[in-house]
């Protein structure tokens, strides 16, 4: 009887120990699962933001593998950045660090094409604005110029110009425009720093440029304006409205750019982290620290 309590109990034993076991071995989340506790939820939209303003659809990680897109591929895998105008030193500071800042962001390599000069632009898509000063027809930059140079191993060719954009007759301006399905676009650097960049609002200026033109390229890679989180795609009417978002891409829009990349994922964070340290943007450095602590 002693030994078939015995028995009993050593069964008993194991059962628990293999239910424990089993129990512990909780399944590795992903990347995207551990850093999603980072993102930040959006807030109710006010009157004139860009999602008070647009109905658009949640675009779940399923309807992006089915949109269309640009992919990269062995020998058309490089972002090319066309600078047009007459840019002082500053300035074009301020291109070779949004070229250095889209290399770590995308992992692709990123090159900056000599400079082309405003007299590229004729007198006819030229105006002067309400304001005073001079207006360039951002189409024309994108059909005319751009679109005709982009080079043979280009995935994306971003053509950034100090001259202020306006996109048709009745817009006083705007920040820029692509073509998606031909990975070509423009902005202007003007609204960024008030038309005067200077050592003050460099730092603000290069943080808009950065968040405008990787908010473009993604979309050329597939990904549509988030509601997902606080987030470098979500949709902005204004520069405010983009001061307020994240350079910090949140976790969904990052799997999906991630399915067509095929980086390292905590690689590009790493040296994310260091490139915002490196030029002191606090708000930038600590959300990309929070989200490494999560991984150690």
Avoid at 243 to 257: G, I, N, T, V, W
Wanted: charged share 25%; net charge positive; proline share 3%.
């Amino acid at each position: 009887m002693n030994l078939e309590k015995y028995k009993f109990s050593l069964i008993t034993l194991y059962v628990i120990l293999f239910i424990f076991f089993f129990s512990c071995q909780k399944k590795d989340k992903t990347y995207f699962e551990t850093i999603a506790i980072n993102d930040v939820k959006l807030s109710t939209p006010k009157s004139g933001s860009w999602r008070y303003n647009h109905d658009e659809k949640f675009q779940q990680f399923g309807d992006f593998q089915k949109s269309k897109k640009i992919t990269p591929k062995a020998g058309k895998n490089t972002i090319y950045l066309q600078p047009i105008g007459e840019f002082n030193e500053l300035q074009k500071n301020e291109i070779a660090l949004t070229k250095e800042y889209l290399r770590v962001y995308f992992q692709l390599d990123t090159k900056i094409l000599p400079v082309l000069p405003n007299t590229i632009f004729p007198k006819s898509v030229k105006r002067v604005s309400k304001e005073g000063h001079e207006q360039v027809l951002a189409g024309y930059a994108l059909d005319s110029i751009l679109i005709k140079r982009k080079p043979k191993d280009a995935i994306v060719l971003m053509g950034i110009t100090e001259k202020d954009l306006f996109p048709k007759p009745e817009w006083n301006y705007v920040f820029g425009l692509a073509s998606y399905e031909n990975g070509v676009g423009v902005t202007s650097i003007y609204r960024f720093a008030n038309g005067n960049l200077t050592d003050s609002n460099f730092n603000e200026s290069l943080t808009r440029l950065m968040k405008i033109s990787s908010h473009e390229i993604g979309h050329m890679f597939g990904i549509s304006h988030c509601l997902n989180a606080n987030c470098v795609m979500n949709g902005t009417n204004s520069l405010t409205e983009t001061d307020y978002h994240f350079a910090r891409a949140c976790s969904l829009c990052q799997m999906k750019l991630n399915s067509s990349i095929h980086y390292n994922n905590k690689k590009r964070l790493s040296e994310l982290k260091n490139f915002f340290k490196k030029l002191h943007l606090n708000t930038e450095f600590s959300l990309a620290q929070q989200d490494l602590n999560l991984l150690q």
